[in-house]
């Protein structure tokens, strides 16, 4: 089993309506994450979580929330989802956040109609 | 301007050439560097890190960190088909306690056999 595990990974939907990305890892870290990618932009930082009971915003959060709802996993959600919604999004859990990186999960390629 | 500028390629070159990938950033604040690794519809994984200036090698891969002209480099040596991928730097600031990661936009490799 891979260490991050990210469901679904192709999704259509349609404008407006509210969509979940859900995500779990067995690295056992307490830091997890959630990044959008974007041909030209790279990776952007949506919401990011130290503990259970820790959640923060990152730098593209408008127009999206998370739920920790254990150490294993993070979801993301969509409460109306728009076109420019339309992405690849990547979970991460990392350890210290520091030298020893990231473990990305395979992603979901959401596509907003 | 980006704190972070990466050329996004594709860098097209023949099997067993030697590759040089190449970051340069303007935040004085970078203390960890690394690169990553993102083949097609996968996430990425983290190749090398580092946080000193000067050259660090691991198998063919090195990693080159000049701190004075804020320049990040990664070479690969004989290079394979299997190198065809995207590439990712990425580098860390401390930002209120938090550890913040910038990324690159990536750089598209395509080894030819």
């Known amino acids: 089993d891979a260490d991050v595990t990210q469901t679904p990974r192709n999704r259509i939907t349609k404008t407006g309506k509210r969509i979940m990305l859900e995500c779990s890892q067995t690295?056992?870290?307490?830091?997890m994450y959630w990044y959008r990618q974007d041909p030209g932009l790279g990776l952007r930082l949506i919401y990011y979580s130290f503990d259970v009971k820790d959640i923060n915003k990152g730098e593209i959060s408008d127009g999206y929330s998370v739920s920790r709802q254990a150490q294993a996993k993070f979801s993301l959600s969509l409460e109306s989802a728009i076109p420019n919604q339309t992405a690849l999004y990547f979970c991460?859990?990392?350890?210290?956040?520091?030298?020893?990186?990231?473990?990305f999960g395979s992603g979901t390629r959401l596509t907003v109609v | 301007q980006k704190e972070v500028e990466q050329d996004p390629g594709p860098l097209s070159v023949p099997e067993g050439a030697i590759v040089s990938l190449n970051c340069t950033y303007s935040?004085?604040?970078?203390?960890?560097f690394m690169w990553y690794r993102q083949y097609s519809r996968k996430g990425p994984e983290l190749l090398m890190y580092?946080?000193?200036?000067g050259n660090k090698e691991d198998g063919r891969f090195t990693a080159q960190v000049d701190k004075s002209s804020k320049y990040i480099s990664l070479f690969i040596r004989d290079s394979q088909p299997s190198d065809s991928a995207t590439y990712l730097c990425?580098?860390?600031?401390?930002?209120?306690?938090?550890?913040?990661?910038?990324f690159g936009t990536g750089t598209k490799l395509q080894v030819i056999p």
């Open positions: 580092t946080y000193s200036s």
């Open positions: 935040n004085s604040a970078f203390q960890y």
């Open positions: 990425a580098m860390i600031s401390n930002s209120g306690g938090y550890q913040k990661v910038t």
């Open positions: 991460a859990t990392s350890e210290t956040g520091q030298g020893d990186g990231y473990t």
């Open positions: 690295k056992g870290h307490d830091r």
